[in-house]
């Protein structure tokens, strides 16, 4: 018995059989990714003439690549995104882990708050928290006035408008995004196994050391990896608490197609700020391997 | 050979040579939960001794607490004579094989029995060697490079006790240490285990729920109900001289029959006469074995029933009889011509093959 086509293809969908079930997650991506990627590149790629908001004529070109490549303020701009999401991933991992070891040692009620806390975050804008940051870091704010009182210092710092400002608001914005993987990961921790290391003869820090961290390195790993996405790509925190004069990657892909209205040249910083991302990505992801290497050990 | 004489304190009375582990009145409660209630007991050098009892019974918590992971909210437990609540849990010369085994899942089988000796600090040269000879102790040479992951249970129990043995500690501690292997390994590795902590000579504690692996494995066994040791004696003095009804059912399946006392004595149905010390009513306990069946004849004795059921036990075959207004007895009977054609629903006749068997308790 010969059935029809689209019967066919009906019976196929509904059974859920061959890669139907993914076709509506693969149209999604196509829209929202693929294909802005493929303009994208395009755009970097090629000397456009626009009139009227319409682009009239596209020809291949490598000028804004090689302008991209050699031009100085490009190097300064995405060495300092560098250094900011690499700081931000530094300091995400020395606060959140101690964070993720008292979730795993804490008693359950110590759990439930530190979920709460970490969680509760996020269900805030990432805009007011960061401004929240301009009220506590100002010339007049909770740290100087404190400071001021306390007569550690004569004159209010400038915090604001600094490095360390972004820093701080990067670190705070995004630490939950490091905590929630590695409490995932805790969560799942043998405690035979901390038993077993005490046992064998092994301080707190030694079991730290030897058993918790190595067992929590894909945690680590995926939150660092997050962690680091979310702050080399940043746009808003670098704006807010950089004062408007902070550039980084990001702020300047801003200013080019906004500003400017250069999308040729916002479109190849956009292409070699997610290739650079790609790159310490697969460092990370390699790294993050080389220390789990036993999960993938061959069974028996 | 027996020593004992010489190791009695002839002032005292007390054994000269001090028990290796000795716990005295140990309590222990999770919230209102008196989950240890003024345990005692004591292990002798080189002894094995064993915690039995179902679960909760209180045994793993008394483990835990000679390991350390737990500390008595009151009483004392002695290694060598000392006192170990105030000694943490990474200095007591304590080794635990965990039921799961807890093997670094990381680390290879070389470095989980390295494990410990790092921690000491060892010298890398040192630890090489402490750890191929704990390896080859256990049958394992050659699977030094491998995952826990990629050995099979028995495997893993072995490395366990390698990565514990390797530091020669004063006491073993085992939990439930056969529960994650099949049957058929399980009889095995008690014999093997048993054979090298005598070889050994380490004092060793088990915990197990299993009466038959209590009565291979122990020199003496405690029987442990809701935090109390009910009895605290060798394999035999548990199996054949029950402390009390608890015990007697709990080691060995039992049956009893409940009766009367007088005259210091008690009259069972088949007209023997089992001896006691108690008079009016009492339970007399009566082993399965101790039961000999008969098909319901001429010459027949007085104490009869109907199979309701049989179980075939390897070489044995047991049988659930069932008597009139009374629940059931259980007989068993090795597998010959004599019981061969008794089935469910004959009528049998009930001997008791030895009354000297039989315990009498109080009927409460």
């Known amino acids: 018995m010969t059935r029809s086509l689209p019967r066919r293809l009906l019976d196929e969908i509904l059974s859920g059989s061959g890669i139907w079930p993914a076709v509506p997650a693969i149209v999604v991506l196509l829209v929202v990714a693929v294909i802005p990627f493929a303009i994208l590149l395009s755009l970097g790629f090629s000397e456009i003439t626009v009139a009227r908001g319409v682009i009239v004529s596209q020809d291949f070109s490598l000028r804004y690549l090689t302008t991209a490549l050699t031009d100085p303020l490009y190097h300064t701009t995405f060495q300092r995104s560098l250094t900011l999401a690499l700081m931000t991933t530094f300091f995400c991992v020395l606060l959140g882990y101690p964070v993720a070891y008292l979730f795993l040692i804490g008693k359950p009620w110590v759990r439930r708050v530190i979920l709460v806390l970490t969680i509760a975050p996020i269900l805030t804008s990432g805009i007011v928290r960061t401004y929240a940051w301009i009220i506590i870091l100002g010339g007049r704010g909770v740290v100087n006035s404190v400071l001021l009182d306390l007569g550690l210092i004569s004159a209010p710092l400038r915090i604001i408008n600094t490095q360390w400002a972004v820093v701080i608001g990067m670190v705070q914005v995004h630490l939950p995004v490091m905590i929630l993987p590695l409490i995932a990961v805790m969560s799942r921790h043998d405690r035979r196994l901390d038993e077993a290391s005490a046992n064998l003869g092994a301080s707190r820090l030694g079991t730290l050391w030897n058993v918790v961290l190595p067992l929590s390195i894909g945690g680590l790993g995926t939150g660092a990896a997050l962690v680091f996405t979310l702050s080399y790509t940043t746009f808003v925190v670098p704006q807010l608490l950089g004062g408007g004069n902070y550039l980084n990657a990001a702020t300047m892909i801003y200013e080019q197609v906004v500003y400017s209205l250069e999308w040729s040249k916002g479109a190849v910083t956009a292409l070699i700020l997610m290739s650079t991302c790609l790159i310490v990505l697969l460092i990370f992801a390699w790294l993050t391997n080389l220390g789990t290497r036993w999960t993938r050990v061959a069974q028996r | ?364």
């Open chain 2, 1 to 364: 050979m027996n020593v004992a004489a010489d190791v009695i304190d002839m002032k005292t009375g007390a054994p000269r040579s001090a028990p290796v582990v000795d716990i005295r009145g140990a309590v222990k409660r999770f919230a209102d939960l008196t989950v240890l209630d003024r345990c005692s007991l004591s292990a002798q050098e080189g002894e094995i001794l064993t915690l039995l009892g179902p679960s909760g019974c209180g045994k793993t918590t008394l483990l835990r607490c000679i390991a350390g992971f737990l500390t008595p909210d009151a009483g004392e437990i002695l290694i060598d004579g000392k006192d170990t609540v105030p000694v943490p849990v990474n200095r007591r010369s304590v080794g635990v094989v965990f039921q799961s085994y807890a093997l670094f899942p990381h680390l290879t089988v070389a470095r989980n029995v390295a494990y410990g000796l790092k921690m000491r600090g060892m010298p890398a040269a040192e630890i090489e060697t402490r750890v191929t000879t704990a390896l080859a102790t256990v049958s394992l040479t050659g699977f030094e490079g491998r995952y826990p992951s990629q050995l099979s249970g028995g495997q893993q129990q072995r490395v366990a006790i390698a990565r514990v043995l390797v530091l020669e500690p004063r006491v073993l501690l085992l939990d439930e240490p056969f529960n994650a292997l099949d049957a058929k390994l399980r009889g095995s590795m008690q014999m093997e285990l048993r054979q090298l902590i005598k070889r050994l000579g380490i004092t060793a504690i088990f915990v197990t729920h299993d009466q038959e692996e209590a009565l291979t494995m122990s020199d003496r066994i405690a029987v442990m109900r809701t935090g109390k040791v009910e009895q605290f004696g060798t394999p035999e003095e548990i199996f054949d001289r029950p402390a009390n009804a608890y015990v007697a059912d709990f080691v060995g399946a039992s049956n009893f029959w409940d009766g009367y006392a007088s005259g210091g004595r008690v009259v069972l149905p088949d007209g023997q006469t089992v001896a006691t010390g108690l008079s009016g009513e009492v339970r007399v306990m009566i082993r399965p074995h101790n039961l000999a069946l008969r098909p319901a004849g001429p010459q027949a004795s007085s104490w009869t029933g109907t199979i309701r059921f049989r179980r075939h036990v390897g070489a044995l075959m047991e049988y659930e009889i069932g008597l009139d207004g009374e629940h059931g007895l259980r007989a068993l009977a090795l597998r010959d011509g004599s019981t061969a054609s008794l089935a469910a629903g004959d009528k049998v006749s009930l001997t008791l093959r030895d009354a000297a068997g039989c315990i009498v308790f109080p009927r409460s």
